[in-house]
């Protein structure tokens, strides 16, 4: 999940980035949602520093990850958890426990991994197995999905990566005709809402009118198919929101008091029954939306079932999930920036849609530097999955800024991405919102941005767990960012906290003048 802005002021003290030589490595192919093939590169770093031993422990059975979950969500907070134990132990590499631990999770032992030098060796699928890490050291019921394993609890050298992965390309190239116009229609019908709200009571909460835009635009733009044309209606954000929170509940605090969370959504896993028929509705609006997609499936030696749950958590797990992080993320960020950045914004993108006769394109897109920096800038400073896993497949050393460490086989890796993508040295002034950070030179850092579980410069393959949607989510953020200056000068806003990232809300809405 989405983390809010932190501050990490001693890192700087102790981080020191090394030099990194790479050796040649097979080059996988990848397909993504304009339809074109590219080639991925890798690298690999030899050790060049001195191995020490990882600091931090585990404390007693028990109740030693029960403290853990108390500092993680009540005592300390989740920034502060990381941000003391850093400076506890002078290192971004430490031992601890993570949430859910007891009695949710078997072991709730990880090696935690904070800065950009360790954390990228989670992506290395040669070095660690993903198989069941997807919510980290614990795995909802498969009785939330029908029965399967989904395609986010698979390793790539499970048979079915390959077949469901191949699936979800299918599903981006064959839509990839959809996607702009139908951004533009229903992004249309949220900001008309929010017009009306302020007008109406002179603000404006962003939330509800995301969550049904965001719905709209993946069941029309992925598969055709209006909701409100069918028995699922308006129902599907509220329906998603209640199937993800029950499984998501072990490792998210509701803001409730902890006497009643910690027995109540910490210590034993919520009951799949109560969400069921939630489930079924979206299920049965799945099966009926993707008929195209489901034939193909059974092309590939897919049954339509498992095509189905899988096509279900692909949308609304992980594809409506990060819109209703990332665009508030990014409506608060570029809300921050003021005037100055709200006008440059306006500028490049109507004069580059101007010059292109009045039409976007993804060509045109291109040619806005500032807008698409602003993207990127946003996917770094609050990345939409803030946490990621994997369990060592092998003795292996990992290597942070200053030193390197020995991690054995079966041994559980943990990142916190913000703390990453706000290393200080690899970013400038990582704590602040650089909308132009990535224009010119500053696309080099690109490879630092790691939202989509992988690097930024790199794609998703077959036979990694890089996110098969990464281009289709970075197309929509995109679209979010010139619809709204297409239309509008400028925003004001109120923001404050919530289970999944920012609550925005709207207090003003400038029309365009030019």
């Not at 090696?111 to 197995?129: N, Q």
């Not at 079924?280 to 997609?293: G, H, I």
């Amino acid at each position: 999940m989405a983390s809010p802005s932190l501050t990490f002021p001693t890192q700087q003290q102790f981080l020191t980035p090394t030099n990194t030589k790479s050796s040649k490595r097979k080059l996988p192919v990848s397909a993504s949602v304009s339809g074109k093939e590219s080639v991925v590169p890798a690298s690999q770093s030899p050790v060049t520093l001195p191995i020490e031993k990882i600091p931090g422990d585990y404390g007693l059975p028990i109740i030693g990850p029960i403290k853990d979950r108390l500092d993680y969500f009540y005592y300390q907070k989740k920034d502060e958890f990381f941000r003391s134990r850093v400076q506890k132990y002078q290192s971004t590499v430490f031992r601890a426990n993570m949430p859910p631990g007891p009695f949710i999770a078997s072991n709730s032992k990880v090696i935690v991994l904070l800065d950009g030098k360790s954390f990228p060796v989670l992506f290395d699928v040669s070095k660690v197995e993903k198989k069941d890490v997807f919510t980290g050291t614990f795995m909802p019921s498969t009785d939330f999905t029908g029965g399967y394993r989904i395609l986010s609890y698979l390793d790539p050298s499970e048979p079915s990566h390959t077949k469901l992965k191949r699936l979800l390309f299918f599903l981006l190239t064959n839509s990839r005709d959809r996607v702009l116009p139908e951004f533009h229609s229903c992004f249309t019908d949220l900001f008309d809402t929010l017009e009306s709200e302020l007008a109406a009571n002179g603000k404006a909460s962003f939330a509800d009118p995301n969550d049904q835009a965001s719905f709209n635009f993946l069941a029309r733009a992925l598969f055709g198919t209006k909701p409100a044309d069918t028995k699922l209606g308006t129902e599907g954000p509220g329906l998603i929101t209640k199937w993800v929170l029950f499984q998501l509940a072990p490792i998210l605090t509701l803001g409730l008091p902890k006497i009643i969370e910690e027995p109540l959504i910490h210590t034993f896993p919520l009951p799949p029954f109560l969400a069921k028929s939630s489930y079924k509705k979206l299920y049965d609006f799945f099966y009926d939306a993707s008929t195209d997609v489901l034939d193909e499936a059974e092309k590939m030696g897919i049954s339509r079932e498992e095509a189905c749950h899988n096509l279900l958590f692909a949308t609304c797990f992980n594809s409506f999930g990060g819109m209703k992080i990332i665009f508030p993320a990014i409506l608060k960020w570029v809300g921050r920036g003021g005037a100055k950045l709200h006008t440059q914004l306006a500028q490049e993108i109507r004069s580059v849609v101007k010059s292109n006769g009045g039409k976007l394109t993804m060509a045109a897109m291109e040619q806005m530097p500032l807008m698409k920096s602003t993207v990127y800038e946003a996917f770094r400073i609050e990345p939409p999955v803030a946490l990621q896993y994997g369990k060592a497949k092998k003795d292996l050393v990992i290597e942070s800024h200053d030193a390197a460490y020995q991690v054995k086989e079966g041994e559980m890796l943990f990142g916190y991405q913000p703390f990453a993508t706000k290393d200080p040295k690899i970013f400038d002034r990582p704590e602040e919102f650089v909308a132009e950070r990535f224009v010119g030179e500053g696309e080099k850092l690109l490879k630092h941005v790691l939202w989509s579980n992988g690097p930024e410069t790199e794609s998703p393959t077959l036979d990694n767990k890089q996110c098969a949607g990464k281009d289709f989510v970075v197309l929509a953020a995109r679209l979010f960012i010139v619809d709204l200056f297409l239309r509008y000068d400028s925003f004001d806003i109120e923001v404050t906290s919530s289970v999944l990232g920012s609550a925005v809300t709207l207090t003003s809405l400038k029309r365009a003048t030019f």
